[in-house]
């Protein structure tokens, strides 16, 4: 089915541990991004993508980078986990051509930081 | 800036009661888009409604229904006759009409509906 894939769903890191949240396309969107959800804070953007060869900072990118690998690939690194990191990664995909498209979402990655 | 309000953290209602789902927004821009999105138990994020700000006709599809008003920067959700397969998270999110269409989400609200 077309859409995008998140992967991992779960994952447990210790404190400064480092890892790569992978996320693909297939719906040829130009646009892509990286939210985190926490309890009663709604979605907070992380990094967004544009376009391919383009990336910038969201709301929250501290302790993140990213790299958007190609058009259907936006990846979200964390380089040294803290605590603070727990929580639900949504990666998003959008047709950037006009602005009443709505977002493709992920099913999510769960990460506990401990 | 634009930033969207959610002002009810929880609803809770009884099967078959209404529900209304508040949301107020903030946006300095003369075109932008305003959507609805349900987050059930499972955790994925489902698309309900787009709105542009050209458009204020309210609108039904089925149970769901939304409220549209520019003059007091809301856009409120109504679910009829609620149904425990209604029980989720809902967000209210908000996108400017042109440059680089980032969502801007509410702090959602809970709705549990009891049997």
């Known amino acids: 089915n077309a859409g995008v894939t998140q992967t991992p769903k779960f994952q447990v890191l210790k404190t400064g541990q480092s890892m790569t949240l992978q996320c693909a396309q297939d719906m040829n969107h130009n646009s892509m991004y990286w939210y985190r959800q926490d309890p009663g804070m709604g979605l907070r953007l992380i990094y967004y993508?544009?376009?391919?060869?383009?990336?910038d900072k969201g709301e929250v990118p501290n302790g993140y980078n990213v790299s958007r690998l190609n058009k259907r690939e936006f990846s979200l690194r964390l380089e040294s986990a803290a605590p603070s990191q727990t929580s639900v990664y949504f990666c998003?995909?959008?047709?950037?051509?006009?602005?009443?498209?709505?977002?493709?979402f992920g099913s999510g990655t769960r990460l506990t930081v401990v | 800036a634009q930033k969207v309000t959610q002002a009810q953290t929880e609803i809770s209602v009884v099967e078959k009661e209404d529900v209304t789902l508040d949301c107020v927004y903030e946006t300095r821009d003369t075109t932008y888009y305003l959507f609805w999105y349900k987050q059930p138990p499972s955790g994925e994020l489902v698309f309900l409604i787009r709105?542009?700000?050209?458009?204020?006709q309210n609108e039904i599809s089925g149970r769901y229904s939304w409220n549209f008003q520019k003059s007091t920067s809301s856009f409120n959700f109504t679910i009829t006759a609620s149904q425990v397969v209604d029980s989720a998270v809902y967000f209210c999110?908000?996108?400017?009409?042109?440059?680089?269409?980032?969502?801007?989400f509410g702090a959602g609200t809970t709705v549990t509906v009891r049997a």
């Open positions: 998003a995909s959008s047709e950037s051509g006009h602005a009443a498209y709505g977002y493709t």
């Open positions: 993508s544009a376009s391919e060869g383009t990336t």
């Open positions: 709105r542009n700000s050209f458009d204020e």
């Open positions: 999110a908000l996108r400017k009409g042109s440059g680089d269409y980032k969502l801007s």
